[in-house]
């Protein structure tokens, strides 16, 4: 039985993964600084940490597991990472969590380690035209993120790179790009838009009025867990390295997006755009090096992703009404 483990097992991916895992045989710890918020983990073990402390990384990498996937960071949707407010601790933490379990991965002879970086490496600039935001891996350099946030996505994508160079550990690293589905956070300043866009449509009455920070024409494309967790698995049981992009290539305006998931709640909302952070004019995946080098590409159109996630985040807001009531 192969044996695995998940930095950041209680969060989105982290969870979702474990259950892959699961269900593909192996033996897994998961590790977090909490316990997942909305289900049960599915890890043989699952252990209560910091990955910032070099102590509790030595504690759970203690043997040579067959893969490791570090999906811990500091991280958010937008009224976290482009606020400016979060800067030093985002940078701080995610450094931290990296430079400690890579150093040690090499030490107890890890099989091969997996890091998820970020959509947020992508020069700024190149990212304006709402109407032309691919984004193919070699474009990351010159390097200009948007956030520092990115920043260290991009610091950290080269400290891996470095041990693969001068240590010969495997390694294995995807951009992830806006990831989305249950049993991930909904509410609270950390949310992605589609959460947040399911929480505002969920909680309006019908024919009510939810706002949109920006004029809503900024472009993006949303990549359902399940198809972001086939990507991950895919490149690990490969030999290239990467990184490549893991994401959807189907791009939409955030005012699309929000009459999507209105269609899909059967209301009919006006929209009240306001200022706020909203990150680039334009973003999407481009997945010309993944399905050259892996063979893989999405195969579900995103409203199918949101007729999943939607009545997951209705049932949550319900039952913080109901909360509330009491």
Request: aromatic letters at 10%; one cysteine or more.
């Amino acid at each position: 039985m192969k044996k695995a483990l998940v930095c950041g097992a209680g969060g989105f991916i982290g969870g979702h993964l474990v259950k892959r895992l699961k269900k593909e045989d192996f033996w897994v710890r998961g590790v977090d600084l909490k316990h997942h918020e909305f289900c049960e983990t599915a890890a043989d073990e699952f252990v209560i940490g910091d990955l910032r402390d070099p102590l509790v990384c030595k504690k759970v990498l203690d043997e040579p597991f067959d893969e490791v996937y570090q999906l811990a960071a500091d991280m958010g949707g937008a009224g976290y990472i482009f606020t400016g407010d979060n800067d030093a601790v985002v940078m701080h933490n995610s450094a931290a969590i990296n430079l400690n379990i890579v150093d040690i991965a090499k030490d107890v002879g890890v099989k091969k380690i997996f890091y998820s970086s970020s959509a947020c490496v992508y020069p700024q600039h190149i990212q304006e035209d709402p109407d032309n935001p691919g984004l193919p891996e070699d474009s990351a350099y010159p390097a200009h993120p948007d956030s520092e946030y990115g920043w260290e996505k991009l610091f950290s994508e080269r400290l891996y790179l470095s041990y693969y160079r001068n240590f010969g550990l495997e390694v294995r690293i995807a951009r992830f790009h806006n990831i989305f589905g249950p049993d991930g956070t909904w509410t609270g300043g950390r949310e992605k838009a589609p959460a947040a866009m399911c929480r505002k449509i969920a909680e309006a009455l019908n024919h009510g009025e939810i706002e949109m920070w920006g004029d809503g024409l900024q472009t993006r494309s949303f990549l359902y867990i399940d198809e972001c967790l086939e990507g991950l698995r895919k490149l690990m049981d490969s030999t290239f390295t990467g990184p490549v992009n893991i994401g959807s290539e189907e791009m939409v305006t955030i005012n699309q997006l929000a009459a999507m998931v209105m269609e899909i709640a059967g209301k009919e909302l006006s929209i009240r755009h306001i200022d706020g952070p909203q990150g680039v004019r334009g973003r999407k995946s481009d997945n010309t090096l993944i399905f050259e080098k892996l063979g893989w590409k999405p195969s579900r159109p995103l409203k199918e992703g949101l007729e999943k996630t939607y009545p997951w985040i209705e049932e949550q807001v319900r039952k913080q009404k109901s909360k509330l009531r009491k």
